[in-house]
């Protein structure tokens, strides 16, 4: 690690993480034309995403906010059509995925975080021991919203309060349990996988389609969400990071098998198929 990697790292754990992620919530939702527009145009000109994929201008956007968890045009995120294939919930990179060892998840080369600590909740962990887990990290310049791997119903979801460090590689590399320490909102599906919201510093909100904005959370308590009975279909929606963050997708053991090719690093995009159902 070298010496600006440590001093980024130290200054995370002195600065009000809660109050500077408070502070850039209120910022990317002005809609003064002339702030959101040169937020917006910074933020292109430093990250480059690529804006030809959105559904409309990108100044046409009434804040950041809404430019940076936009929709897309139609078609260019196809989803595998094929009813054994998991897909992958969001565009991003891969941060670490395998199995479970028991109930612990590698984080990065000399870190490892266990299921219970990541659930906050013992029997849910169980469900899950001896499965299979993937990272996927949300840069920058990724789309931000969240969609189904599969076609599932939401039966149990709750929020875990927590820090708001980095989630990017060096901090991964850094920063002992990592995703059990941020902020996350927990969601488990039938048929039986779960998905996990992992927070960040300076992002804004979490949000569902079933509950809105999650984050920030008062009190910020371990909390339950309600479930909703309505099935969501593989691709559809089904939350935002208000910037950028990570998702860990959780599936019992025997339920499916991560497909060949993938590691860490590797680049992937919603809708392409990630493991194959057994």
Known sequence: MNNSDRLFITLQHIIPQHLLSRMV??????????????????????????????????????????????????????????PQTLVSPVDGTVSQIGRLDGSRLLQAKGHSFTLEALLADVSAAERFRDGNFATLYLAPYNYHRIHMPIAGTLREA????????????????????????????????????????????????IATVWHGDITPHSPRRLTQLPPDSTPLQKGAEMGRFNMGSTV???????????????????????????????
């Open 158 to 205: 709750w929020f875990v309060p927590g820090k708001l460090f980095s989630v990017n590689a060096v901090t991964a590399a850094a920063v002992p349990g990592l995703f059990a320490r941020n902020e996350r909102v927990v969601c488990l599906f039938e048929p039986g996988f779960a998905m996990i919201l992992v927070g960040a510093l300076f992002v804004g909100s």
């Open 25 to 82: 919530l209120r910022l990317t939702r002005v809609r003064t034309p002339w702030v959101k527009n040169t937020l917006i145009s910074k933020f292109v000109q430093q990250f480059k995403p690529d804006v030809l994929e959105a559904a409309q201008p990108v100044l046409s956007y009434a804040s950041f906010n809404e430019f940076f968890t936009r929709t897309l045009r139609a078609g260019v995120r196809p989803v595998d059509s094929d």
């Open 248 to 278: 860990i997708l959780l599936t019992p053991p025997g339920y499916a098998d991560w497909l060949p090719g993938f590691a860490p690093g590797s680049r992937i995009r919603m809708g392409e198929a990630l493991a194959r159902i057994r």
